[in-house]
């Protein structure tokens, strides 16, 4: 592995950024702080005064990554786009979320469920789910949706579409995830009639 040219004054930026880099391709285990210090274009002893070990560091992508998706959510939910556009970019924040944590990343993140990591992921879903509720209810109050339906049906629903978007036949009959994504939000919306139907 070549070094990387640390451009960034900041360690611990550098570090953080080169610790993700690896952390996708190989997971966290596989990757040493030696390989991370080299990425980062740091020495060993640099590393050691930022951070007391790679267990922090990874802790810290992983709050990284939580963070950036949270407030990438709050920005979709709080625009003044009708309910049903921020809903697909709901959908479509999930699905990039999941693509960019590696497998290899996830495995060791979720491997141990006693883990520190496995703990703050599993804190964040919980969160995530009152907070999007929450505002399932308040697009209930507001007459952007169905008053009678289940919040926690809604949720269930965009779950599986979520996973729709990993099924490979699916996928192939669009061009881009955009597309797919469109399509399976205004199928949950519109059903099978024109759009023009439902506002007869």
Known sequence: MSSTTNTSSDPRTAILSAAKDLFWKHGIRRVTVEEI???AGISKMTFYRTFSNKQEVAAAVLTDVLDSSM??????????APFEERIREVVLLKHD???????????????????????MAHSFQEEHTKIFLADLRKAQRNGWIRKEIKP???????????????????RGMYKNSHDAIMELTNFMFYGLFPMDAHKK
């Open 152 to 170: 926690a049906f809604i949720l269930f629903m965009l779950e599986r579409m979520n996973a729709h978007m990993f099924d490979v036949a699916f």
């Open 71 to 80: 407030q990438r959510y709050r920005a979709a939910m709080d625009s003044d």
């Open 37 to 39: 210090s080299k990425e």
């Open 97 to 119: 979320n999941a693509q960019d944590m590696s497998d290899e990343f996830l495995k060791d993140v979720l491997g141990d469920p006693n883990s520190e990591l496995a703990i």
